[in-house]
């Protein structure tokens, strides 16, 4: 069982920068995938980006590449997403999520943290 719950969200204007922070437990976050999603209400969850154990290249969906940037912290088992130069269309909620298997499902959830972004 793993325990993920996410902060950090928040209202902030085009150009600005968040952190959001997924704070895990039950298992140390270097024996776990963690990634970062995000929905707008009434459409799919998106995938926005991921780490995998043992690896050191974090995934990332096109549209957030160069702008984000996650990370994982061992000592504090968290996983972070920094996000730069935020546009209107980063608005959404962001869900963080672990897997215990790689091409596994993602299926440890926490509650989302909600960042909107005004033009």
């Known amino acids: 069982q793993v325990n993920v719950v996410e902060s950090g969200g928040g209202l902030v204007q085009a150009g600005d920068s968040l952190r959001l922070t997924c704070a895990t437990s039950g298992r140390a976050v270097s024996s776990i995938d963690v990634g970062w999603f995000r929905q707008v209400r009434g459409t799919g969850r998106e995938h926005v980006a991921s780490?995998?154990?043992?690896?050191?290249?974090?995934h990332y969906d096109d549209s957030v590449k160069g702008r984000f940037t996650i990370s994982r912290d061992n000592a504090l088992n968290t996983v972070n997403l920094q996000m730069n130069s935020l546009k209107p269309e980063d608005t959404a909620t962001y869900y963080c999520?672990?897997?215990?298997?790689?091409?596994?499902?993602?299926?440890?959830w926490g509650q989302g943290t909600q960042v909107t972004v005004s033009s």
């Open positions: 999520a672990a897997r215990l298997e790689t091409l596994g499902t993602f299926n440890f």
């Open positions: 780490i995998r154990k043992g690896e050191s290249s974090p």
